[in-house]
């Protein structure tokens, strides 16, 4: 059975750094694309990606703040998010596929975690 669980949401300050952590079991995704989504205002929208050969794409609205990262075993992803804003207030949740192609569509992708809240507040 696979599983994705994430890590490292909490409460932080304006302008502040937070890093999460999506593990992986069942099997692993080194070759496969895995996302970062958010949920807020009651839709759930495209972070970022890394695929396969290599590649990241992010939302304009997190470009140059948040990393995304992964292990070379795929049974790891992370999210380094930097100078936060109150608007990436939100659930993050991890998101996986088999396949390397990034899509930026939430219904493309096949393994869900559970989510962890990340709260931004001046």
């Known amino acids: 059975q696979v599983q994705l669980v994430e890590s490292g949401g909490g409460l932080v300050r304006t302008g502040g750094s937070l890093r999460l952590s999506c593990a992986a079991s069942?099997?692993?995704?080194?070759?496969?694309?895995m996302a970062w989504f958010r949920q807020r205002h009651g839709m759930r929208e495209f972070v970022a990606a890394i695929?396969?050969?290599?590649?990241?794409d992010y939302d304009r609205t997190v470009k140059g703040r948040f990393t995304i990262s992964r292990d070379i075993g795929g049974n790891a992803l992370y999210l380094q998010m930097n100078n936060l804003k109150e608007e990436d207030t939100a659930v993050y949740y991890c998101?996986?596929?088999?396949?390397?192609?990034?899509?930026?569509?939430?219904?493309?992708?096949?393994?869900w975690g559970q989510g962890t809240q990340v709260t931004v507040s001046s």
């Open positions: 695929g396969s050969p290599v590649i990241t």
């Open positions: 998101a996986a596929r088999t396949g390397g192609t990034i899509w930026y569509t939430p219904s493309k992708y096949e393994y």
């Open positions: 069942g099997r692993t995704f080194n070759s496969d694309a």
